[in-house]
Structure formats: structure tokens, C-alpha cells
């Protein structure tokens, strides 16, 4: 494992943009900011006419590291430890866990804590708890 | 002008992850490591992330729920459900299984694409798969039997 810093401030800054994009997704579209959901409709069976504006919401969440690039230009350490086998394992359970819970971080942590959804509630405890015992699992264990 | 507007509520949801620090695995991995706490390698970060955000959201969405309408859509897409079913507690036992293994959520594996590394591509590959298969089985006839269906406005 690779040592990080502990940023309060930068996270509280930066929580704060993700909530304020939350606040203006919903004012704008009167829509959750899932981002689990948001990237799942971009496949069939398509339910709505919102396709493409929700590729352009993850237009937006692709290019933020571009714009950052070309404004100060460096992004901050990126870190990727996993190997291509436990890539493909965690990005399907990433993808299949968040889908099948109707949420994930953004859907159920940000927005659903923020309506009060006991929903939601579990929903994060549960994946938190799950994250906390997999990892536990991989670097304690061996 | 909608798509454009959609386009930059995402820019600054990516904004906010890299500055918030998540778009590196390794600290949302530092973050679940509750057993490096007596070690002192224990990174604190990802909750002053969701404190930050909830703080936000909360305050946001009370004012923006008050209004009569979304600005550019007939009526607010809140979720109604209150029940908690199987289905809330597999689905992100599975999600933070994988979580945990990689220290990518959908957002910051979406945003990890723009920094060009080629371990994001593959993560995402493999979570768009299992995307388009959790969607598939919960879509099938033959699963109302087993699966309770999903609020499709939760997310």
C-alpha cells in the first residue's frame, strides 16, 4: 500500500463541489446525481428520452482531469495498485452491486443522506461495511 | 442548452472528486483500511468528502424541492420507497466488495478516464459489463419471481 495524506480541507472543498453539482443536477433536471444510475441508462433498455444528457454528465466527469491538466498543468497522484484480474473482478461487482442496489456512493451517500432516505441509510452502511471488510481481508490476512 | 448545462454539472462533479482527493484510489482504499487506524496510515479524508457534500445536498436540495418545478424538466424525479427489501443490502454488499478491492466508485472511475490510465479503462470495461448485467437480470420476466423491482428513481 501507498501512504496518503490526510487533506480535511481539500475533501471539504471538494465534497462541497460534489454536492453543489448534486443541488444543480436537481434544480436543473429534477434528477438524482447517481452516478451508477446516470452511467447504466447510457445502455438499453432505454426508459426515457434523458440519454443524451446524461452522456454529457459523464462527458463532464471525463474531462474535469483534462481541464485541470491544461489550467495548472499536472493532475494531482493517481495511484491504481490493483492488478488487470482484480480489476476486472472489481469493476464487475462495482458495476453489478451498484446497479442491482439501485445506488451507489453519489446516489445513496450523497443524495439519499441528504433526503434523510433510511433506504439509502442501509444502502451506505452496507457498502461501506463491505468495503471496510474487503479491504481488512487483502492486507491483513495474508 | 440543456446538454450543455448537463455537461458542466458534470464538469464540476469531476472538479469536485479530484479536489476532494478521490479520484486516487489509494486514498479511498487508506479511507476503508480500518485496520491501518494503529498503524497511523489511516486516511481520514473521504469522510470530511461526504460531510462536505452532505452538508451541501442537504441544505440544496431543501430550497430546490421548495420550487414548483426544475428548471428544465415538468416535475422533480425523487424517489418515494421507504421499505427496505433484500435487494438494498445485496446490491451494495456486492458494490462494496469491489469497492474495496480497487478503491474506484462509478464516479471516480468515470473521472480516472480523463487522466488516460489504462487501468481505469479496464475497471470500467468490467463495470459497465456488470452493469448491463444487473439491468438485464433484474429485466427478465421470469425475475419478478426472486427481485423485487428496482426504484428506477433512486439513482
Not at chain 2, 458534470?10 to 472538479?15: A, R, S, T, V
Not at chain 2, 425523487?78 to 480497487?102: E, S
Not at chain 2, 463495470?127 to 439491468?135: H, N, Q, S, T
Request: one cysteine or more; charged letters at 10%.
Amino acid at each position: 500500500m501507498i501512504a496518503t495524506p490526510f487533506t480535511p480541507i481539500a475533501s471539504l472543498l471538494g465534497g462541497a463541489l460534489i454536492g453543489l453539482s448534486a443541488v444543480l443536477l436537481m434544480w436543473a433536471t429534477g434528477r438524482i446525481a447517481g452516478v451508477s444510475g446516470i452511467a447504466s441508462r447510457l445502455f438499453p433498455p432505454y426508459e426515457d428520452r434523458e440519454f443524451a444528457g446524461r452522456l454529457a454528465f459523464v462527458a463532464g466527469l471525463v474531462t474535469a482531469p483534462v481541464l485541470v491538466r491544461l489550467a495548472t498543468g499536472s493532475l494531482p497522484a493517481q495511484t491504481i495498485e490493483a492488478g488487470t484480474s482484480v480489476l476486472i473482478v472489481g469493476g464487475l461487482l462495482t458495476g453489478f452491486g451498484s446497479v442491482w442496489g439501485s445506488g451507489c456512493t453519489s446516489g445513496h451517500g450523497v443524495c439519499g443522506l441528504s433526503r434523510l432516505s433510511m433506504r439509502s441509510l442501509v444502502a451506505t452502511i452496507t457498502f461501506m461495511a463491505a468495503g471496510m471488510a474487503t479491504v481488512f481481508v487483502m492486507r491483513h490476512w495474508s | 442548452m440543456t446538454i450543455l448545462v448537463q455537461f458542466a454539472i458534470g464538469l464540476i462533479f469531476g472538479l469536485g472528486l479530484i479536489v476532494s482527493g478521490m479520484s486516487n484510489p489509494a486514498k479511498v482504499l487508506n479511507f476503508l483500511d480500518v485496520g491501518g487506524i494503529p498503524a497511523g496510515t489511516w486516511d481520514a479524508s473521504l469522510a470530511f468528502v461526504m460531510a462536505g457534500a452532505v452538508a451541501v445536498t442537504f441544505i440544496g436540495f431543501n430550497r430546490v424541492l421548495k420550487l414548483a418545478r426544475p428548471f428544465f424538466a415538468d416535475r422533480f424525479y425523487v424517489p418515494t420507497r421507504n421499505d427496505i427489501d433484500l435487494r438494498i443490502v445485496v446490491g451494495p454488499a456486492i458494490f462494496g466488495v469491489g469497492w474495496g478491492l480497487v478503491g474506484f466508485c462509478p464516479g471516480p472511475a468515470l473521472t480516472a478516464l480523463g487522466f488516460g490510465s489504462a487501468s481505469a479503462f479496464i475497471f470500467v470495461a468490467a463495470m459497465c459489463a456488470g452493469m448491463v448485467l444487473a439491468r438485464y437480470i433484474a429485466h427478465l420476466p421470469s425475475s419478478t419471481r426472486f427481485v423485487t423491482p428496482a426504484d428506477p428513481l433512486e439513482t
